[in-house]
Each structure stands twice: as C-alpha cells, then as structure tokens.
C-alpha cells in the first residue's frame, strides 16, 4: 500500500522526535509513505528521505499558499495505487480533496480536536475551518477520530459519514516504568504543593481560568504554586493577569522543557482547563504518572475513563469555584491523592495497547480504504 498524508507537523524534520519515529513505524509497514508538510520558505526545510519515507516540505511563500503548493507536490507523487490521508478537515482536508478529485482515489480525514464545540469558534479563521469542514468530511471515505466524545459531535451533522476510531498512542508502560531525572519540588523549593500545566499557552486552553481559580487557592494556601510549562501567543497577557491577580511569586511560567514525565510524577496536582480538546493526551500521561487531576469536562474526561469523584475532579468549563475548591479538597486531603493517583492508573493501564499493536490498527485504518 502505498500513502501520501498532508501534515502540518513541522517536526517531522526533526531527527529523534517522537512523530518522526512514529512515522517511520507506520512507514515499516507500507509500501512507501509520503508527507507533505505545510511549510514557509522561511523555515528552510529540505526535502527528507528515510528508507520507504519522504517528507516534503511546501516551502510556501505564504500560508495563504499551503493549500496550492500541496496539491501541486501531490500531483506530483501520485498515481491510481495510492490512498490519501489528512491531518484534519481543514486546509489539508480541502488538499486531500482536491487530490481525491483528481486521481480518483480514497481518502481519509483525521480529526484531532472537537472542533464542534462551540468554543472552538474563537476567531475568525476557525469560523472558517468549520465552514471547509463541512464541505471536506462528506467526500471523505473515512474519517478518523481519536475518542468517542469526538465522534458523538461529528454525528451530530452527519449520520451518513464513516468513523474510524483510534486514540492517540501514548506509551502508557514506559511512562509508568519511567523514573524521574527531575524534581519539581526541588526545583520550586518554595511551594509546599505543586500545582503542574503542561499546555500551549492559546486562548483555547484557558490557562486565565485557572489563574483565576488559583487565586482562590492562594487565598487559602499562601505556599502553594502554579507551574505552567508550554508557550504560545498568550503569554504575554497571562503574565499580566499574573501581576493583576498578586500571584506573581505563586505562579512560574518554564516555557517549554523534556522534563515532563518527571514533573507529572513529583507535582501534587496536575490542573487542565482547556475549553475543547479531541483527546487530552497530558491527562492520559499525567494519569499514568500518577499525579492526581483536575480538568474541565474536555476530550477524554468526557469518557468513562474519568469518574469524577472516583479518579478525578472533573470541572464543566470555565467553572472557577469547581476548579479552586477541587484544589482545595487535593491540596487538604493526602489520602485522596493517593485514591485517584492508584484508582487512575488502574483504569488507564486497561486501556493500553502496545506500539506494536498501535501501529498495526494505524495501518490497517488506512487498508480499509482500498476494501
């Protein structure tokens, strides 16, 4: 079988990272696999070959240009034995159509997030992913989604469409197996309870709310502490809303670090207050370290995997006093941290499936295109 996926995974280029590698799995058992990634001359990306996997960058001189170079690399490659697959409805979704037209071939569509969520309509450009969304997934074959909260929006619009799921892989032994190279304890020495974020700081994650709901712990707890790790284009107004909200020596922002397992398995709380999620892979990985959780009810944590009360505390979005009270009940109670730390792990460990078997279900996803 041979594939050409449209990505806008810039890592791809990045040797040892964990899409490269998983890429090259799914390649081992391919015929060839080809990627076009979304790309600006300005990123000087080359062209990547690795055994049966070649990755391509449009090298566009705009993003308004993504779109038309990727269909230009991919009538380029293409020929009647492919299958296409994109990483989501949007501008590689209207890729994998036009090339779907051309060729006459099946195509698959991935999708990653809730895009169906009336909170992903946060700005102008995202009106407009949901308007090619609902052009692009009714000339799909199938459409991948990675949880069953996902699929209960997409049917929702369309009982007719054809839904894969597959969650994203997440190596659930390594993680429990892993031990830490860092301390966050150690490393913030000031905070008696550690508090840990791992996200993009985007308005979609809503790292205000839990800022505001911090508050409320401080107000409380005077030594406990907010460590967020991630960066994005909101932070510079989240570190305002730090200084406006007195929690400037509460509160540290790491940027983006490679010691997120450790800090998962020596932080005291893990918080996410994201307004929509597809998955949530920073639950599943917090969960399986063992650090009990606080979230919004998004992606997973609207499955039975959370019980609320059980596992975690699940809070409905943009919920403050929910957020800062299930803190609180955390922070005051160590009997119930160690409950959800175990009870947590037990009900992800029934979850998992090998890389393997992982890559296996992957490829055979893509099989059912040519059936």
């Given at each position: 079988m041979k594939v050409l996926s449209i990505s806008t995974d810039r890592k791809l280029f990045e040797e040892g990272s964990a899409v490269l590698e998983r890429s090259k799995d799914y390649a081992s058992k391919m015929e060839k696999l080809h990627i076009i990634v979304f790309s600006l001359k300005s990123h000087n990306?080359?062209?990547?070959?690795?055994?049966?996997?070649?990755?391509?960058?449009?090298?566009?001189?705009?993003?308004?240009?993504?779109v038309m170079d990727a269909v230009k690399i991919?009538?380029?490659?293409?020929?009647?034995?492919?299958?296409?697959?994109?990483?989501d409805p949007f501008e590689t979704g209207l890729v994998g159509y036009k090339l779907k037209k051309k060729f006459n071939l099946p195509l698959q569509i991935?999708?990653?997030?809730?895009?169906?969520?009336?909170?992903?309509?946060?700005?102008f450009l995202n009106y407009i992913r949901v308007?090619?969304?609902?052009f692009t997934i009714p000339k799909a074959d199938y459409v991948r989604v990675v949880s069953s909260s996902v699929e209960d929006s997409l049917r929702k619009i369309s009982t007719k469409v054809k839904i894969q799921i597959l969650p994203v892989f997440v190596d659930i032994p390594r993680i429990m197996n892993f031990q830490p190279k860092k301390d966050i304890k150690k490393d913030f020495p000031q905070f008696k309870f550690s508090i840990f974020m791992a996200s993009r700081?985007?308005?979609e994650k809503r790292i205000d709310t839990a800022l505001k709901a911090f508050r409320k712990v401080v107000d409380v707890h005077t030594e406990a502490g907010l460590i967020i790790?991630?960066?994005?284009?909101?932070?510079g107004n989240l570190k305002s809303l730090v200084k406006s909200l007195g929690l400037t020596k509460n509160v540290i922002f790491t940027g983006w670090n490679d010691g997120l397992i450790s800090y998962y398995k020596t932080a005291d709380i893990f918080l996410l207050t994201s307004q929509y999620e597809g998955y949530g892979m920073t639950l599943v990985e917090a969960g399986a370290s063992g650090c009990p959780i606080v979230t919004t009810k998004v992606g997973l944590a609207k499955t039975d995997l959370f019980k609320n009360g059980a596992n975690s505390f699940v809070c409905s979005v943009w919920d403050v006093n929910c957020l800062s009270e299930s803190i609180l009940k955390l922070i005051s109670n160590p009997n119930l941290r160690l409950l959800f730390k175990t009870k947590m792990q037990d009900s992800i460990r029934n979850t998992t499936i090998s890389k393997e078997e992982y890559v296996t279900k992957y490829v055979s996803l893509l099989q059912d295109l040519l059936k």
């Open positions: 990306l080359k062209f990547k070959e690795e055994g049966n996997l070649y990755i391509y960058p449009t090298n566009s001189l705009s993003r308004w240009f993504y991919g009538k380029s490659i293409l020929n009647k034995s492919f299958v296409i697959s994109t990483q991935q999708i990653h997030t809730d895009f169906l969520s009336p909170y992903f309509r946060n700005s308007f090619i969304s609902k700081l985007t308005k790790s991630g960066s994005g284009k909101e932070e």
